[in-house]
């Protein structure tokens, strides 16, 4: 074996360890760059991160060059330089004379030197691309474009593990925040499965409303999550509910507040908080705690007010009889436009039109639904058209 194929195979190595062995990702792709720049014997070696979903540039890792900056490239330069996913090597022999880089700035060193580099897949959205620069024009022999792309392969390697771990350590996370939620539940058996209902229902709103699968989520886990500032409450002020004091009742409206407090710190629910924070307010705004009004309000806080008032009222608290699902039409009929937003209220009534067993809960049985509406003319001037 040559001292420059065994200098290589060290190097790799090495790289390959740090991944192995939980190394942090800044370090690996340090050593990437480093060990890369080393092997090729290059004035300098780039390792960028880029999302295509959003066009961005994630991060980027440089070794060198000594005397300049990295080159100001941004995210079109880059897919315009080495093509999209295209993982082969990409050899520009002369960055002063190719057209590739007309209108890009750069430092005046790299005016007459060489890049080359490989556009590498990871997941989804997500590529790498690792390149090295030289000082004078020069391509890479196949030896080299090989070393090229096994260093490339390492880096893309090292993102897809990390990606998935920061995808599992995510759910994990989620999945424990949404369990602290409903430990709030159990304490009580009529709220026990209060906000799993609500997140339920919730999805399937957001699903007539159209709502792109990221949304539906968000809502969904805003669902789950909405009461969770009640942790901070007294146990006897929760189980009041429906006979609460003045005083009691400005206690019991700081738990949007609470809530949001909570999932603050937690970047991970970041899209959630609003929701947590905005499912009390009034669509006239007269709600808490901000008085948002309208269209301000969040979708997914204007969503979760409907759906949370709907299970209320369907299963009933401690000082709080059930109510009938046709009864429950009715005071959402009448109040939408001033308490909830009359465009959910319509497209919540679509959803118990299409789905009614998913809201039999209660007695509220597929026959009883027939007969409650043909009751409805007891709410309603006009029985909405959905339900004629």
Known sequence: MSLENENFFKRFAQVSKSINTGVNSAEIFASIVGHTKECLSAGGAFFWILDDSTSRIESVTMKGPAHGDVPNL????????????????????????????????????FDN??????????????????????????????????????????GASAVHKALMYDTQMVESLRQMVEGFALVLEAKDEMTHGHSIRVARFARLLAEELTLSPHEREIIYHGGLLHDIGKIGLDDAI?????????????????HPVIGARILRPLKFLSDVLP?????????????????????DIPIGARVITVCDALETMLAGRKHMRR?????????????????????LVESLFAVISKKPDLFSENGNTPQALRI?????????????SIFI
């Not at 941004?74 to 050899?91: E, I």
């Not at 009041?240 to 009691?248: D, F, Q």
């Not at 043909?374 to 006009?382: G, H, S």
Request: aromatic share 8%.
């Open 113 to 154: 030197g060489a890049m080359c580099g490989v556009s590498m897949d990871i997941s989804n959205s997500y590529r790498a691309i690792l390149a090295v620069w030289f000082a004078t024009p020069r391509c890479l022999n196949e030896v080299e474009q090989d070393l090229l792309m096994a260093f490339a392969e390492q």
């Open 323 to 343: 109510i009938r699902l046709a009864d429950a039409i009715g005071i959402l009929q009448r109040n939408a436009g001033s308490q909830f937003d009359a465009t």
């Open 238 to 254: 929760i189980e009041r509910l429906g006979i609460l004091s003045k005083n009691e009742r400005n206690v019991i409206q700081q």
């Open 74 to 109: 941004n995210y079109s330069a880059l897919s315009t330089l080495f093509r999209s996913r295209a993982s082969s090597v990409v050899n520009i022999t002369n960055i002063g004379e190719d057209s590739r880089f007309a209108g890009i700035a750069c430092p005046e060193i």
């Open 275 to 295: 929701i947590v924070l905005h499912h009390h307010e009034r669509f006239d705004g007269t709600g808490y705690p901000d008085g948002l009004k309208g269209e």
């Open 372 to 384: 409650h509406r043909e009751n409805l003319k007891r709410y309603f001037d006009i029985t909405p």
